[in-house]
T-cell receptor, first 116, second 117 residues
């Protein structure tokens, strides 16, 4: 079974600054995917970024980038030039390839507040 | 990205009644959908996996007779909360599995707030 741990229940950052959210996971799988989802106050889950485990290159989507350390089983999210609209709960999620049937394992979530 | 809709977004019902929530994939076909429950400021809890044309697979501790799931087409899954009670009040979210060219992703609906009086 997989586990995902987000050790920061809450984080805050000033607008325009950079913040990093931590995520670690535990698995014996070799083929898997990792995701960061954002859940703003509307509670709509929004895919922020995804990473295939077989790719060494860290994924990047505009102001969002990840630091994927496969050996350390770490998958942190960096948000650059933070904006007020980034205020949300962020979930790290793990998906095993192959026989997982598509089930996601979520971390506990990190509430991020961006201050003006 | 792919779009998933849910209806209704809000529902208030009396204790003992049944409530149906619909989850639709709007621009793609989804053979697999998932139903989650979420309490405020907590993570998503997977309730069941809905597979088109077959019975749903429920997670341990989830009553299948209380939370009926039907996935009758490639674009629609429904969750019916039968004989709802106040403790069933929660936020219910569905998602659809997308697997293209070996790339797996899940897209989520906007959620349904259920309040049982």
């Amino acid at each position: 079974a997989q586990t995902v741990t987000q050790s920061q229940p809450e984080m805050s950052v000033q607008e325009a600054e950079t913040v990093t959210l931590s995520c670690t996971y535990d698995t014996s799988e070799n083929n898997y995917y990792l995701f960061w989802y954002k859940q703003p106050p509307s509670r709509q889950m929004i895919l922020v970024i995804r990473q295939e485990a077989y790719k060494q290159q860290n994924a990047t989507e505009n102001r969002f980038s990840v630091n994927f350390q496969k050996a350390a089983k770490s998958f942190s999210l960096k948000i650059s030039d933070s904006q007020l609209g980034d205020t949300a709960m962020y979930f790290c999620a793990f998906l095993a390839g192959g026989t997982s049937y598509g089930k996601l394992t979520f971390g506990q979530g990190t509430i991020l507040t961006v201050h003006p | 990205g792919a779009v998933v809709s849910q209806h209704p977004s809000w529902v208030i019902c009396k204790s003992g009644t049944s409530v149906k929530i619909e989850c639709r994939s709007l621009d793609f076909q989804a053979t697999t959908m998932f139903w989650y429950r979420q309490f405020p400021k907590q993570s998503l809890m997977l309730m069941a996996t809905s597979n088109e044309g077959s019975k749903a697979t429920y997670e341990q501790g989830v009553e299948k007779d209380k939370f009926l799931i039907n996935h009758a087409s490639l674009t629609l899954s429904t969750l019916t909360v039968t004989s709802a009670h106040p403790e069933d009040s929660s936020f219910y979210i569905c998602s659809a599995r997308v697997s293209l060219a070996g790339k797996e992703t899940q897209y989520f609906g906007p959620g349904t707030r259920l309040l049982v009086l």
